[in-house]
């Protein structure tokens, strides 16, 4: 079984660019191909930023920007705004298709 | 634009069994290509994947979680085509949450029912 490791917390001051990481552990080589992120709002439903590693779904700002590099997947917040306060959580499908969760980060805007 | 909603009990005794049903607006969850999940959040917690029926055409595949494969159970509605339910067995406090229904296509899970709170008392 794999897990996905994120950082408790990231903050950053607005107008900056910050970087949150997923990072995979375990034997499911294969099962880091699909990853996708989150935001959520305190007691409001997750909202999809990108999918497929990289894509945005319409609508989204280019300031969400996602990448994946071997083990570890990011998600780049550019131009940092007060509204961008939330938690964020990565995803990925496993080889066994299931799907499994980040424990999520939390973002603050200085 | 599909839409989805949970309904169920917001109480459940301990050692009883959770039933959530969870309906879909503007669209049937067979003969798509889309996953349909229940997903569920406790409180202060991360998001916690329960399992999902995935559709190719109109044969549907389900998964779960390793840790609630023993007490968990996802199917469609054998009636209505726009529903599929949740039932979780032997619930305990550590199963209080927000349990949610989404559709997904593999890790992206795009569309979200609002949550409905379950405790455990």
């Known amino acids: 079984q794999s897990l996905l490791t994120q950082p408790a917390s990231v903050s950053g001051s607005p107008g900056q660019s910050i970087t949150i990481s997923c990072t995979r552990a375990?034997?499911?080589?294969?099962?880091?191909?699909?990853v996708a992120w989150y935001q959520q709002y305190p007691g409001k439903v997750p909202k999809l930023l990108s999918f497929?590693?990289?894509h945005r779904p319409s609508g989204l700002p280019n300031r969400f920007s996602a990448s994946k590099s071997g083990n570890t997947a990011s998600l780049t917040i550019s131009g940092l705004q007060p509204d961008d306060e939330a938690n964020y959580f990565c995803?990925?499908?496993?080889?066994?298709?299931?799907?499994?969760f980040g424990g999520g980060t939390q973002v603050t805007v200085l | 634009q599909v839409q989805l909603q949970e309904s169920g009990p917001g109480v459940v005794r301990p050692s009883q069994t959770l039933s959530l049903t969870c309906r879909v607006s503007?669209?049937?969850?067979?003969?798509?290509?889309?996953?349909w999940n229940w997903i569920r959040q406790s409180p202060g917690k991360g998001l916690e994947w329960l399992g999902h029926?995935?559709?190719?055409?109109?044969?549907?595949?389900?998964?779960y979680s390793p840790a609630l494969k023993s007490r968990l159970n996802i199917s469609p509605d054998v009636y209505y085509n726009d529903r599929f339910s949740l039932t979780l067995k032997s619930m305990s406090d550590a199963d209080t949450a927000v349990y949610y229904c989404?559709?997904?296509?593999?890790?992206?899970?795009?569309?979200w029912g609002q949550g409905i709170p379950v405790s455990v008392s």
């Open positions: 497929d590693v990289s």
């Open positions: 989404a559709r997904g296509e593999l890790a992206a899970i795009g569309v």
């Open positions: 503007g669209g049937a969850i067979s003969g798509t290509s889309f996953s």
């Open positions: 029926i995935a559709y190719t055409g109109t044969t549907g595949t389900t998964s």
């Open positions: 375990g034997n499911d080589v294969d099962g880091f191909k699909y």
């Open positions: 995803s990925s499908y496993t080889t066994f298709n299931t799907v499994l």
